[in-house]
């Protein structure tokens, strides 16, 4: 085994924050003429615990970003370390962990659409089933913090976007990541939807230590963050640090 330089996997215990240092990361989709960059040289660190929101235009890469440090997209140049550990040049076993371990939530939700929002939630610690046996009892108070509760045995199809939405924040939080990415969370909430979840989730997982990184378009989402980042085509042109609060 060479699980020491495999990130833990999933468990119940509070994982401790991570730190993000990305150095020169490019990522270009297309080729030649065609071709889009959409991470242009950036360089960028971000301490652990800290809470930092992507801002800028649709397209600017916003989404790239998050999709390279969840090592979803692999960089064409540059390295991303997260915790200490090169995402860049890791193996597909320690990446395949490295992943389980994040807190993902996707623009587009990604939920399965056979799996009863219950399971979806809980589809992340599939692979290890003490942390699943552990998890189960907080799937309510997941589902009662995002405001569905009795929602449990609901299958996907049955739910709006925004609730959609709210079952892939709770999925994102299960394993109480150490690193929660999050794409335009609360892009189909409305403002008081997003500011509860934001209030009740992201709060919460930014007083016990976890580092998050989040896509917004949403300035009230923006401003509870430590860090805001401005993206425009492809590079950070901002990087601004309100007072705290
Ligand atoms: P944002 O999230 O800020 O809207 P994205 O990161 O999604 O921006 O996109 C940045 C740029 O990269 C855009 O021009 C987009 O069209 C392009 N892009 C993103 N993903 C892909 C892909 N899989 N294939 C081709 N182009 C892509
Ligand atoms: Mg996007």
Request: glycine share 8%; proline share 7%.
């Amino acid at each position: 085994m060479t699980e020491h330089t495999t990130p833990r996997p999933p468990d119940t215990a509070d994982r401790p924050g991570l730190d993000v240092e990305l150095s020169g990361v490019r990522k270009a989709f297309g080729t030649r003429e065609a071709a889009i960059t959409a991470a242009d040289d950036v360089s960028l660190r971000i301490e652990p615990g800290s809470t930092v929101a992507l801002v800028g235009p649709s397209g600017s890469g916003k989404s790239t970003l998050l999709h390279l440090v969840g090592a979803i997209e692999q960089a064409d140049a540059g390295t991303i370390t997260v915790g200490g550990t090169d995402i860049t040049t890791a193996n597909r076993r320690a990446l395949a962990a490295y992943r389980r371990s994040l807190g993902f939530v996707f623009q587009r939700f990604h939920l399965l659409p056979a799996l009863t929002v219950r399971d979806n939630v809980l589809a992340p610690l599939l692979p290890d089933r003490k942390a699943l046996k552990e998890a189960l009892p907080r799937v309510h108070d997941l589902l009662t913090a995002v405001g569905l509760d009795g929602r449990a045995d609901a299958l996907p199809a049955q739910l709006s976007g925004g609730q959609q939405q709210r079952v892939a924040i709770a999925r994102a939080l299960i394993g109480r990541p150490g690193l929660l990415l999050a794409d335009e969370p609360t892009g189909n909430l409305d403002s008081a939807t997003g500011e509860r979840i934001v209030a009740e989730l992201v709060d919460p997982a930014h007083r016990r230590g976890a580092t998050l990184l989040i896509a917004t378009h949403d300035p009230a989402l923006a401003a509870r963050c430590s860090r805001i980042l401005r993206v425009r085509d492809g590079r950070i042109v901002e990087d601004t640090r309100p007072d705290a609060h």
